[in-house]
């Protein structure tokens, strides 16, 4: 069974600190989505990966890939209130077909004002 | 542009009666479609998911059952609901396979089973 750990599992910061939250396997991913998710609704996509060492930035969100594909980060600068939420990684096993998609059970970020 | 809908949004049922979910995507062709079920603190778990019409793949034995009538519908039923089937069910969508794929999620359906 391939699994994907997040990190931490809860988080909960003031307004403007920065933080950074972990997702880890020891299998090889051929992708790696992030997500944000809010209460009652479904998750959104934030950003995908595909090659190893990669970074990507979204506003005051960066993602980095691990140059092994096993890992990856986000981190956040100077959060908000509206950054709250629970961030879901997903990750696509190489060799895996359209069911390919294993996600982490998230890491619930509260920001406090 | 894509979209997807799924509905209802909140349904409370008894114990025993039937489920239909309905989930329906817009602005895409064949794409594949994928039913989860997220329970608090156990994450997203895959139900079912199908690569086309009248096929369908299921991944966890259970009382639920899919079904593909449309390219782009997609349903969740069920005959005799259990307690344990209450949760947040979301349907997502993608295209291709393999390297690369995105999968993009309805708002959900949020089932009460008492």
């Known amino acids: 069974t391939q699994l994907l750990e997040q990190s931490p599992q809860f988080l909960s910061i003031q307004e403007g600190e920065n933080l950074t939250v972990y997702c880890n396997s020891s299998?090889?991913?051929?992708?790696l989505q992030w997500y944000r998710q809010e209460p009652g609704e479904g998750p959104v996509l934030l950003v995908t990966?595909?090659?190893?060492?990669e970074v990507k930035k979204l506003k005051r969100l960066t993602f980095q890939f691990g140059d092994a594909r096993k890992d990856s980060s986000l981190h956040i600068t100077a959060a908000q209130p509206g950054d709250t939420g629970l961030y879901l990684c997903?990750?696509?096993?190489?060799?895996?077909?359209?069911?390919?998609?294993?996600f982490g059970k998230g890491t619930h970020l509260i920001i406090q004002p | 542009s894509q979209t997807i809908h799924q509905w209802p949004a909140t349904l409370v049922q008894p114990v025993g009666s039937p489920l239909s979910l309905e989930c329906t995507v817009e602005?895409?062709?064949?794409?594949?479609l994928y039913w989860y079920r997220q329970a608090a603190g156990r994450g997203l778990q895959l139900l079912f998911y199908?690569?086309?019409?009248?096929?369908i793949s299921s991944e966890v034995p259970q009382n639920l059952s899919a079904s593909r009538p449309q390219d782009r519908q997609f349903i969740l039923s069920s005959k005799k609901l259990l307690l344990s089937d209450s949760g947040f069910y979301l349907c997502?969508?993608?295209?291709?396979?393999?390297?690369?794929?995105?999968?993009?999620f309805g708002p959900g359906t949020r089932l009460l089973v008492l």
């Open positions: 997502a969508w993608s295209v291709g396979a393999g390297v690369g794929e995105t999968q993009y």
């Open positions: 299998s090889v991913f051929s992708s």
């Open positions: 990966v595909v090659t190893g060492g």
């Open positions: 997903a990750g696509a096993w190489e060799g895996g077909g359209a069911d390919g998609l294993t």
């Open positions: 602005g895409t062709s064949n794409p594949n």
């Open positions: 199908s690569v086309g019409i009248g096929q």
